[in-house]
């Protein structure tokens, strides 16, 4: 994966398609909507199907296929808001007895992983690795406070796929997100006109859509380099998430403000959506410390490729 290649694979592609079909028809939308009355079932509700798609035979660290369908498969949880930490899991590391991986920040650790009771691998952007021995209550979008016991400080190198593919699954939301916005407004009139041919609205959705599409990008880049084993890959997984944090947040305002009050309202698929990517937009760092966290890594260098 040297040569830099940004398109996904077609196999990869076409996982990640069969993996969007393959959730609706386990409950689509519905399944976040069950978990989140009862997070005790997450695993009854979605387990199945993701053992059906082979995901936890997915070698996302050592094979570049087994990456590149990581990636898609983590946009496609995302674009349904599967109630499932699919990137957490696929990001395990290889040294350890684990079945996922959580980065944290190094005080008061969570992880949005309530109510799935799993082997729970902890790092900080540091590199120090811990075992998740026990967690708090389960409070909003599954999050929980995490109890820790140290392991190793040999984690640096685990660090920047497990931040990359929750960006992958931010990216999944952002694009229901926009597609929800176009239909709404496609259907909404107002003046006898369709909300979508009034031209501050298409500003709106241009500025949504330059966000998501340069997210996209970036997340393709920091995956190449990731598979590429690149020395700059942390660095490269800490811009990602910078930019997916910066581009929700214009993208789900925009979306917002175009479903107007009603897209706070649960029944509106997009209310769902906003509230579950708190956890990624927040977890283990917010937009300013992890733009502290990127100038600290990237010193007087700075960044290099797509960023430079």
Same mark, same amino acid.
């Given at each position: 994966?040297?040569?830099?290649?940004? %398109?996904?694979?077609?196999?990869?592609?076409?996982?990640? &398609?069969?993996?969007?079909?393959?959730?609706?028809?386990?409950?689509?939308?519905?399944?976040?909507?069950?978990?989140?009355?009862?997070?005790?079932? &997450?695993?009854?509700?979605?387990?199945?199907?993701?053992?059906?798609?082979?995901?936890?035979?997915?070698? +996302?660290?050592?094979?570049?296929?087994?990456?590149? *369908?990581?990636? *898609?498969?983590?946009?496609?949880?995302?674009?349904?808001?599967?109630?499932?930490?699919?990137?957490?899991?696929?990001?395990?590391? /290889?040294?350890?007895?684990?079945?996922?991986? $959580?980065?944290? +920040?190094?005080?008061?650790?969570?992880?949005?992983?309530?109510?799935?009771?799993?082997?729970?691998?902890?790092?900080? !952007?540091?590199?120090?690795? !811990?075992?998740?021995?026990?967690? =708090?209550?389960?409070?909003?979008?599954?999050? /929980?406070?995490?109890?820790?016991?140290? $392991? %190793?400080?040999?984690?640096?190198?685990?660090?920047?796929?497990?931040?990359?593919?929750?960006?992958? /699954?931010?990216?999944?939301?952002?694009?229901? @997100?926009?597609?929800?916005?176009?239909?709404?407004?496609?259907?909404?009139?107002?003046?006898?006109?369709?909300?979508?041919?009034?031209? =501050?609205?298409?500003?709106?959705?241009? %500025?949504?859509?330059?966000?998501?599409?340069?997210?996209?990008?970036?997340?393709?880049? +920091?995956?190449?380099? $990731?598979?590429?084993?690149?020395?700059?890959?942390?660095? %490269?997984?800490?811009?990602?998430?910078?930019?997916?944090?910066?581009?929700?947040?214009?993208?789900?305002?925009?979306?917002?403000?175009?479903?107007? @009050?009603? =897209?706070?309202?649960?029944?509106?698929?997009?209310?769902?959506?906003?509230?579950?990517?708190?956890?990624?937009? &927040?977890?283990?760092?917010?937009?300013?410390?992890?733009?502290?966290?990127?100038?600290?890594?990237? =010193?007087?260098?700075?960044?290099?490729?797509?960023? +430079?």
């Amino acid at each position: 994966m040297s040569e830099m290649v940004l %398109d996904l694979s077609e196999d990869a592609q076409e996982y990640g &398609r069969q993996a969007l079909r393959a959730f609706e028809a386990a409950g689509g939308d519905q399944l976040v909507q069950d978990a989140e009355a009862k997070p005790a079932i &997450r695993e009854s509700l979605v387990g199945p199907v993701l053992n059906e798609l082979g995901a936890w035979e997915l070698d +996302a660290r050592t094979d570049v296929d087994g990456l590149e *369908a990581a990636a *898609a498969l983590c946009r496609s949880a995302g674009y349904w808001a599967l109630p499932y930490p699919v990137a957490e899991r696929l990001a395990k590391p /290889t040294d350890l007895e684990s079945d996922g991986l $959580i980065v944290v +920040a190094s005080n008061r650790p969570a992880g949005a992983v309530g109510g799935v009771e799993t082997r729970w691998t902890a790092v900080t !952007s540091g590199g120090t690795r !811990s075992t998740v021995v026990g967690h =708090g209550a389960t409070g909003p979008a599954f999050v /929980t406070p995490l109890e820790l016991s140290e $392991i %190793d400080k040999n984690g640096a190198g685990d660090v920047a796929l497990a931040l990359a593919l929750p960006c992958w /699954t931010l990216l999944g939301m952002l694009d229901r @997100a926009i597609e929800l916005t176009i239909a709404h407004v496609s259907l909404r009139k107002q003046f006898g006109q369709p909300l979508s041919t009034f031209q =501050g609205v298409q500003f709106q959705l241009t %500025d949504a859509e330059v966000e998501r599409s340069g997210l996209e990008i970036l997340a393709k880049y +920091a995956l190449w380099s $990731i598979g590429s084993d690149k020395p700059e890959a942390i660095v %490269d997984a800490l811009a990602l998430r910078m930019s997916a944090i910066e581009a929700a947040e214009v993208v789900f305002r925009v979306c917002h403000q175009l479903h107007g @009050a009603v =897209g706070f309202c649960d029944e509106t698929t997009l209310s769902w959506l906003s509230r579950y990517s708190q956890p990624l937009r &927040r977890l283990p760092l917010g937009l300013s410390a992890t733009r502290d966290e990127l100038t600290r890594r990237a =010193g007087r260098s700075g960044l290099t490729g797509l960023y +430079a």
